[in-house]
C-alpha cells in the first residue's frame, strides 16, 4: 500500500486559448501605442519649445520692420518738405534779384532823366530827349534779332520834335572791338528810322549779325533837325531776353 502512495500521477497540460493569447497581444500593443503617444507628445513639447523663441524673434523682427518702414516715410516726408523749401527759397532769391534790378534800372532812369533836365537848364532852354524801354529779343532765325524802344520829349509843350535815330552794333571779331558795316548787317535799312512826335515815338526793328561776330553792346543816337533839341546818344548792353 506505501509504495503506491510514492507514485506521481502525471497531468495533462492544456496549452493557452485562443482567446488568451489574443489578450496578451492586444496588451502588448496597447502598450506600444502608449509609449509611441507618449514620445510624440513629448516631442511635440519640445518642437514647440524650440519653435516659440523662433516666434517671438519674427514677432520682433516684424516689428523692427514696420518701424524702419516709418522712418522711411518720415524722411521721405521731411525730404519733400526740405525740396519746397530750397525751390521757395530759390524763387524768393530769384524774384529778389528782378526787383534789385528793376529798381537799380529805375534809378538809372531817373538819374538820366535828372541829368537831361540840369543839361536844359544850363543851356538855357530848348527840348531834350529820352531813350527809354530798349529790348532786344532773339528771333528763330540764328543770328537774328528784333529790338524796340521810345523816345519821347521831356519838356512839356515844346511842340513837335523831327529828326533821324541811328543804331550802331559794336562787339568783337578775332578779339578785336569793332563795329561792323551796315552792308555786313543784314536788315541794316531798319537801323535807320525817321523821327516825327509831339510827346513820344515807338520804333522797332530786326537785325541779323554776321557768325565771326559777337555784338557787346548797342548806341541808339537820337539826331535832331533843329538846335533848339539836344541830340542823344545812349548805350545799351547786348542782352537778349
Known amino acids: 500500500m506505501d509504495q503506491h502512495r510514492d507514485v506521481v500521477t502525471p497531468r495533462i497540460v492544456r496549452p493557452a486559448s485562443s482567446a488568451a493569447r489574443a ?5 502588448i500593443l496597447v ?13 511635440r513639447q519640445d518642437g514647440v519649445g524650440m519653435l516659440k ?7 520682433t523682427t516684424e516689428d523692427e520692420r514696420e518701424a524702419l518702414a516709418e522712418q522711411v516715410s518720415e ?8 525740396e519746397q523749401s530750397q525751390q521757395i527759397d530759390r524763387e524768393v532769391k530769384r524774384n529778389l534779384s528782378k526787383q534789385i534790378k528793376e529798381a537799380q534800372d529805375e534809378r538809372l532812369a531817373l538819374e538820366k ?8 537848364v544850363q543851356e538855357g ?9 530798349f529790348t532786344l529779343e532773339a528771333m528763330d532765325t540764328p543770328g537774328e534779332f528784333r529790338y524796340s524802344f521810345a523816345v519821347r520829349q521831356l519838356v512839356q509843350g515844346f511842340g513837335e520834335s523831327t529828326g533821324k535815330i541811328e543804331i550802331q552794333v559794336i562787339g568783337k571779331r578775332d578779339d578785336e572791338t569793332t563795329e561792323p558795316s551796315l552792308d555786313e548787317l543784314a536788315g541794316h535799312n531798319r537801323l535807320h528810322h525817321k523821327m516825327k512826335f509831339n510827346h513820344f515815338q515807338n520804333l522797332k526793328g530786326s537785325i541779323k549779325v554776321p557768325g565771326d561776330f559777337k555784338p557787346e553792346k548797342l548806341v541808339v543816337t537820337v539826331k535832331p533837325e533843329t538846335d533848339k533839341i539836344t541830340p542823344v546818344s545812349e548805350i545799351f548792353p547786348w542782352s537778349p531776353e
Open 113 to 120: 532823366e535828372v541829368s537831361f533836365l540840369r543839361r536844359l
Open 23 to 27: 489578450v496578451v497581444v492586444l496588451s
Open 75 to 82: 524722411l521721405k516726408q521731411q525730404n519733400i518738405v526740405l
Open 53 to 59: 523663441p523662433l516666434s517671438e524673434h519674427m514677432c
Open 31 to 43: 502598450a506600444l501605442a502608449a509609449v509611441v503617444i507618449w514620445a510624440f507628445s513629448a516631442g
Open 125 to 133: 532852354g530848348g527840348g531834350i530827349l529820352q531813350v527809354k524801354d
